[in-house]
């Protein structure tokens, strides 16, 4: 579990996200962080039992920077409110599908998939989904999926195009699915969840639940 203390950092910073307030609470921001990283640790040693593939990886692998990229971006603040951590064979910096930890009070999640893929691996996913939709359906159709991931694969309209891309027909019984730009499911985790003592196997099931998707799309995806 995460530190009561750890929320109210972040909720602090969300309050408070500029340089001179950050430097002054450094120290908090030092212990949350730990406090994250413990907790990382803490899922990969278990869920790596599971998903053998994360057998090397450590907590700093998958841990993103808490420090904004301003250059291109009309929001000046320096800091993101939220803890983030891409759990996959590669790291954070890998293009593979894998799994993410997002600690944000109030909208903290646990799930995964592949976000935003080059167009490239995109086809190569789309084609598997077209050649092999019983599969993929029996995927996110099993229940322990559906216990979890509630609202199944996400088709929020940023996820989605508003049409069929070129090769495929309305009518392809996958449509629904090859017209994603992203293939992600999202577990929402409230606050109380988030420091309970349970949250490690909380965020082991949520994974183990989206486990046989990531094979799916690793797999659709390989060069």
């Not at 009309?74 to 983030?84: C, E, L, R, T, V």
């Not at 050649?131 to 509630?150: A, C, L, M, W």
Request: hydrophobic fraction near 35%.
């Amino acid at each position: 579990m995460l530190q009561t203390s750890t929320l109210q950092f972040l909720k602090q910073l969300a309050n408070n996200n500029n340089k001179e307030w950050f430097d002054a609470n450094r120290k908090k921001y030092e212990a949350a962080k730990q406090d994250h990283i413990q907790s990382i640790q803490k899922i990969l040693n278990e869920f790596s039992k599971t998903d053998t593939t994360l057998s090397s990886l450590a907590a700093k692998d998958c841990l993103f920077r808490i420090n904004r990229d301003i250059r291109f971006s009309k929001d000046k603040s320096p800091y993101k409110i939220n803890f983030g951590a891409s759990i996959n064979a590669g790291g954070r910096k890998s293009f593979k599908a894998g799994y993410y930890l997002h600690i944000q009070p109030g909208e903290s999640f646990a799930g995964g998939g592949l976000y935003q893929p080059f167009p490239d691996i995109l086809k190569k996913l789309r084609q598997e989904i077209d050649y092999n939709f019983d599969e993929f359906k029996g995927i996110i159709s099993h229940k322990k999926f559906k216990s979890v991931y509630t609202k199944g694969i996400s088709k929020d309209a940023e996820y989605s195009l508003s049409r069929p891309p070129k090769g495929y027909e309305d009518n392809n019984p996958a449509i629904e699915f090859i017209k994603l730009k992203s293939i992600v499911a999202i577990a929402p985790l409230t606050d109380a969840q988030v420091t309970d003592k349970k949250f490690t196997s909380t965020v082991i099931k949520a994974f183990e639940a989206l486990h046989p998707l990531i094979v799916f799309l690793n797999k659709a995806t390989e060069v």
